[in-house]
Nanobody, 125 residues
Framework: QVQLVESGGGLVQAGGSLRLSCAAS????????GGWFRQAPGKEREFVAA????????SYADSVKGRFTISRDNAKNTVYLQMNNLQPEDTAVYYC??????????????????WGQGTQVTVSS
């Protein structure tokens, strides 16, 4: 079992930045790809960013490319999401997730084995 705890959410003005953290416990993350998803009120959970387990390759939703950066620190068993130039449409609950030994279909929710409880990000205009 992997337990994931997100932190770093909050309220920020448009144009501001936040850094989300996803700390894992129970198992080391070195064999897990990591992903971030978000869910706005009344909308489905959508893919934001992912990073592979073995090479650190990254992928992003078009809506966040150039603004968000996903990274990982295996020594700290943590995956990060740096979010810059935040906009009101980025307002959502952000969830991290992990997928064991897979680098494919990381934009699909069903690929992931474990999920965190989410952290709220609110961007005011």
């Amino acid at each position: 079992q992997v337990q994931l705890v997100e932190s770093g959410g909050g309220l920020v003005q448009a144009g501001g930045s936040l850094r989300l953290s996803c700390a894992a416990s129970g198992r080391t993350l070195t064999s897990y790809s990591g992903g971030w998803f978000r869910q706005a009120p009344g909308k489905e959970r959508e893919f934001v960013a992912a990073i592979t387990w073995n090479g650190g390759s990254t992928s992003y939703a078009d809506s966040v490319k150039g603004r968000f950066t996903i990274s990982r620190d295996n020594a700290k068993n943590t995956v990060y999401l740096q979010m810059n130039n935040l906009q009101p449409e980025d307002t959502a609950v952000y969830y991290c997730a992990t997928a064991y030994l897979t680098n494919f279909n990381l934009g699909i929710r069903g690929t992931y084995d474990y999920w965190g409880q989410g952290t709220q990000v609110t961007v005011s205009s």
